[in-house]
């Protein structure tokens, strides 16, 4: 029998990672929390607290830490390539103090540069902060964006030339967001959307999926636009989702949820996701 997916959510941690992550967890009914060690949308790095490290990581939960939205290792601006190597350095170090499994970072955009420098500086930026990382450490997980503008990687044909960029180092890993991979194009509300997906990322990059940001989308496939919506609200559905766990690539990967609401509506999403997972 194929492993079972743990279904959680992305945790606020008001009071501290373990104090107020914890009771998230618990009130959202997460099995595997996702958590900021640091402003999102600001370059501020924050230092841990070595009690609440320490209980975070004697848990048994399972956490990822999702890197500032402002990590760009494709931007044509300086500030923006030595802030966004300080802080997914920042990122991978307060992960391995917490015990965290990976650490989720946005694969960026040329912005207004050509494509092949904006992917030189990938390589040149990002290939040695991976061989930092050492063997027991978290996986760096690429999370491609829904297509909009001069995005690197968006479907999951385009993960091919990024892991090549960064001679497919084994600390190279992949999360995948639903609502992203629609808005991209991949139609997952065909009868075999979701496994035309999994079957393509099995074939480009096998054994690199180790997370799932599991959200609806507000918007209709390949409208590139990144709007979450809550399981079943949208234009998803919650088919493709029972889809994604019974396929063979996400066997006993995680899903984190990310959609928008109160914890209680988060919870309600993460409940649905436990019972298309045991239907």
């Known amino acids: 029998m194929a492993p079972s997916n743990l279904i959680g959510g992305h945790c606020l941690v008001a009071g501290g990672l373990a104090t107020g992550g914890l009771r998230y967890a618990a009130e959202i009914g997460a099995e595997v929390m996702q958590v900021f ?7 501020a790095l924050s230092e841990g607290k070595a009690d609440e490290d320490a209980r975070l990581r004697e848990s048994g939960i399972p956490v990822y830490v999702h890197a500032s939205y402002l990590v760009n290792f494709g ?17 991978l170090r307060r992960a391995a103090e917490i015990g965290a499994r990976g650490v989720v970072m946005h694969t960026g955009s040329a912005v207004s540069q050509p494509r092949e420098k904006a992917m030189r500086q990938v390589r040149e930026h990002l290939l040695p902060l991976l061989d ?42 992949v999360c995948l967001d639903t609502c992203h991979m629609f808005a991209a194009g991949h139609d997952l509300t065909a009868p075999d959307g979701v496994a035309l997906m999994l079957d393509e990322l099995h074939r480009i990059a096998p054994g690199r999926l180790k997370l799932i940001h599991a959200n609806d989308s507000k918007d209709p496939c390949g409208s590139k636009r990144d709007r979450h919506e809550n ?24 899903l984190c949820v990310e959609t928008p609401g109160s ?10 996701l436990k019972s298309l997972r045991g239907s």
């Not at 931007?75 to 990122?91: F, Q, V, W």
């Not at 079943?232 to 006993?252: E, K, Q, S, W, Y």
């Open 263 to 272: 914890a209680a509506k988060l919870r309600e999403d993460i409940d649905l």
């Open 75 to 91: 931007s044509p601006n300086p500030a923006t390539l030595e802030n966004s190597g300080a802080s997914i350095r920042h990122a």
């Open 37 to 43: 060690v640091s402003n999102p949308r600001g370059w």
């Open 231 to 254: 399981i079943g609200a949208g234009h998803i559905g919650t088919r493709p989702f029972a889809d994604l766990m019974r396929h063979p690539v996400a066997a006993g990967v995680p």
């Open 132 to 173: 930092e990382v050492p063997e027991e450490g978290p996986d760096l997980l690429l999370e491609p964006m829904a297509g909009q503008g001069a995005m690197l990687c968006a479907r999951v044909e385009d993960l091919g030339p990024y892991l090549e960029t960064l001679d497919w180092h084994p600390k190279a890993g």
